[in-house]
């Protein structure tokens, strides 16, 4: 491929370049079409050059774009590595710092994944319920921020809790797993990072396991509330 391409003088017909440096100096115009690659610089320059009917093709470098093809699947992995080393920081420090109320809520979802998702359900239209009522009165203008920040706050923070979960799940199949010690809490924010970053990026799956694993995580941490409010529940 030619390094750098001068156009000088006048081109009565069709030209095709290959270079990706391409530049026309006074006098230098094509009058045909001209098939030019995709790559290349200073493009605004070439319809100035062109006759008025001519047309521009951009030709694609089949090496730069299997680069491209390359360089995005392996941008790709490094996003998700990125991804799940940030979801098990998180989960692992929340996990650490309250291990009693993780592990409580990782066994509900263990025990009743279906009724934490309808808890959370019923969570969540209750705390907009609520900021829409209280956006009426006199209140609203100080309350409806807070419930603002605390809505989306308490839906990641429930499918924090339910990333760890599934994680938990997962180690007490296959192993004596036990949430008392530090690494294997560790672990099981590890492996539920990586199962649920595997399936959000399936498309259209990938929106409905957010929205589950957000509910379910709601309703595991306001269960054991409603357990000692309300009997019945139980």
Sequence with gaps: MAQE??????????????????????????????????????????????ASESEIEYLTDRRHAVYVEKNGLLNGALNMLKKVAFLTALIGIFSVLMPTRTARAADQLRHQPFGSVWMGALT???????????????????????????????????????????????????????????????????????????????????????????LSGMGALIWPSLQKRLPVAA
Aim: aromatic residues 8%; hydrophobic residues 60%.
């Design 5 to 50: 391409v001068i156009i000088a003088a006048e081109i009565r017909g069709d030209a095709q370049i290959n270079s990706e440096s391409v530049t026309f100096s006074e006098g230098g115009k094509i009058l045909g079409k001209l098939s030019i690659s995709d790559n290349a610089i200073n493009k605004e320059q070439f319809k100035a050059n062109l």
């Design 124 to 214: 969540l239209a209750l705390m907009i319920g609520l900021m829409v009522v209280l956006a009426l009165s006199v209140i609203g203008a100080i309350t409806f921020p807070i419930f603002a920040v605390l809505i989306p706050l308490a839906f990641i923070l429930g499918a924090l809790i339910a990333t760890y979960g599934m994680g938990s799940a997962l180690l007490y199949r296959i192993s004596d797993f036990d949430d008392t010690r530090v690494p294997e809490r560790l672990l099981a924010a590890l492996i539920g990072a990586i199962v649920i970053s595997l399936l959000t990026i399936v498309p259209f799956i990938g929106f409905w396991v957010t929205l589950g694993i957000g």
